[in-house]
């Protein structure tokens, strides 16, 4: 079965800060890879999702994330955040050909101070 | 656009009662899920269905049951809810087919069990 790992629990920037959020997974097999956000009082949606082909992943909002296969890493990343990114980010993982039953880590609550 | 209703946000109940969550999705989707959702636990599977009539254990079923009798409903039932039970619960669709193990979310049903 696989398993996710999100290392930053609590992130506090400012506005204009780069921010990084890491991901690794632990599956030896072909996987998907996504990000989801929670903004407050709102449902979770898609960020962004891998399943093949370039390892940079472009999402909405200026997000982007790199599959690096040799780390089992699917890192987060935004240039410069803003306010409205406040919200809580969770990466999941399928594996391609299995049940399709994502694993989600347990959550990064990302605060940004404007 | 694609739609996943949960029909409660906030729920008050009492230790001992009968709960039921209801959850209806509008994309014809195979697939529905029921989470729950902690803070610093993530999101972890409670029960989730494949089809109509069929379901199957998650990864912390104990205490719950659902009933998927319409390929568009998928409720939840605590049959005696517990104060660990309050907790946000997350219901999720995907399509069978095409299915990557991206999911669409409803907007949460917040439990408290006093």
Same mark, same amino acid.
């Given at each position: 079965? *696989?398993?996710?790992? &999100? ?30 956000? &929670?903004?407050?009082? *709102?449902?979770? *949606? ?16 200026? @997000?982007?994330?790199?599959? $690096?296969?040799?780390? @089992? ?30 694993? @989600? ?5 990302? $605060?940004?101070?404007? | /656009? ?13 230790? !001992? ?12 989707? #195979? ?8 803070? !610093? ?9 494949? /089809?109509?009539?069929?379901? =199957? ?5 104990? !205490?719950?049951?659902?009933?998927? #009798?319409?390929? #568009? ?28 193990? =991206?999911?669409?979310?409803? #907007? ?7």
């Amino acid at each position: 079965a *696989q398993s996710v790992s &999100q290392h930053n629990h609590h992130v506090i920037l400012s506005e204009a800060a780069s921010l990084e959020l890491g991901c690794n997974y632990s599956y030896g097999g072909t996987v998907n890879l996504f990000w989801y956000v &929670q903004y407050p009082g *709102q449902h979770l *949606q898609l960020l962004l999702k891998y399943f093949s082909g370039d390892p940079l992943v472009k999402g909405i909002k200026g @997000f982007e994330a790199e599959f $690096i296969k040799s780390k @089992f890493s699917f890192n987060l990343r935004k240039p410069s955040v803003q306010w409205s990114d406040t919200a809580e980010y969770f990466c999941a993982v399928t594996a391609s050909g299995g049940s399709y039953i994502p694993t @989600f880590g347990r959550g990064t609550s990302l $605060i940004v101070h404007p | /656009d694609v739609k996943v209703t949960q029909s409660s946000r906030y729920l008050v109940k009492r230790t !001992g009662e009968k709960v039921f969550l209801e959850c209806v999705q509008d994309m014809d989707h #195979e697939n529905m899920f029921w989470y729950r959702q902690d803070p !610093g636990l993530g999101l972890r599977l409670i029960y989730f269905s494949y /089809d109509v009539k069929m379901k =199957e254990k998650g990864d912390i079923p104990e !205490g719950y049951s659902v009933s998927r #009798e319409k390929k #568009e409903r998928f409720s939840l039932i605590l049959e005696s809810a517990s104060t660990n039970q309050t907790s946000m619960y997350l219901c999720a669709s995907s399509p069978g087919v095409t299915n990557t193990g =991206e999911l669409f979310f409803g #907007e949460g049903s917040r439990l408290t069990v006093l």
